[in-house]
């Protein structure tokens, strides 16, 4: 069974400035791994995702991560962020050959984008 | 192409009744699945259907049930409704068997119980 820790429950920062939310794994297996973004009163929309190949992954809205095997993280970065990136984010990750891939989601943490 | 959707996006029950939650998955997607968010959590697995089998369950009791039917929409029903059931419910559909595994959400059921 895997687990996902988002060491962060909250990242304030100011706009224009970079960010980067944390987020570390456990698992027995090789893994998929997931961003997703959940603005207020939605769903979650995936960001990004890691399956195979390059360690550094783009996706969508100027964000990337990069996974990181030995420390087990997958960590989400933007370089500069704008206001309306306030949001609620998850890590998520799933078992590669485990017949279903259900992805299992940390807490998320809240990124709040001040003025 | 069409995305995900719930119905209905609110609902409120009292204690002990039962509750049916209607998704309809994004066209050609083959699985959906169903999590279950309390305020301020992450999302938390209760079960996946695959061409209409349950293929696989989380840590939820058998008072939470669902189908899936030929067109790939699905149900949960939720019966003897408990007040810590009170939550935002996602389903998500995604292509298993297809390479992609990112799951794609609707907007969700929030659930109240009284």
């Known amino acids: 069974a895997q687990s996902v820790t988002q060491l962060d429950s909250q990242v304030p920062v100011f706009e224009e400035a970079p960010v980067e939310l944390r987020c570390n794994y456990s698992?027995?297996?090789?893994?998929?791994l997931f961003w997703y973004v959940q603005y207020p009163n939605q769903g979650l929309q995936l960001l990004l995702k890691y399956l195979s190949g390059s360690t550094l992954v783009k996706g969508i809205n100027g964000f990337e991560a990069e996974f990181n095997k030995s420390q087990t993280s997958f960590h989400l970065r933007k370089p500069s962020v704008h206001i309306s990136d306030t949001a609620e984010y998850f890590c998520?990750?799933?078992?590669?050959?485990?017949?279903?891939?259900?992805?299992?989601f940390g807490r998320g943490t809240s990124l709040i984008v001040h003025p | 192409e069409t995305g995900v959707t719930q119905s209905p996006t609110h609902l409120i029950k009292t204690r002990g009744q039962q509750v049916t939650l209607r998704c309809s998955s994004q066209?050609?997607?083959?699985?959906v699945s169903w999590y279950q968010q309390a305020l301020g959590q992450g999302p938390q697995f209760i079960f996946q259907y695959y061409r209409e089998e349950e293929n696989g369950r989380g840590n939820f009791p058998p008072r939470f049930s669902g189908l899936q039917f030929p067109n790939y929409s699905s149900e949960l029903n939720v019966n003897a409704l408990e007040l810590d059931d009170s939550a935002l419910y996602l389903c998500?559909?995604?292509?298993?068997?297809?390479?992609?595994?990112?799951?794609?959400f609707g907007s969700g059921t929030r659930l109240t119980v009284v």
């Open positions: 998520a990750v799933s078992d590669k050959g485990g017949g279903s891939y259900i992805p299992t």
């Open positions: 998500a559909s995604s292509s298993l068997g297809t390479g992609d595994y990112g799951y794609t």
């Open positions: 698992s027995s297996v090789s893994v998929y």
């Open positions: 066209s050609g997607h083959n699985t």
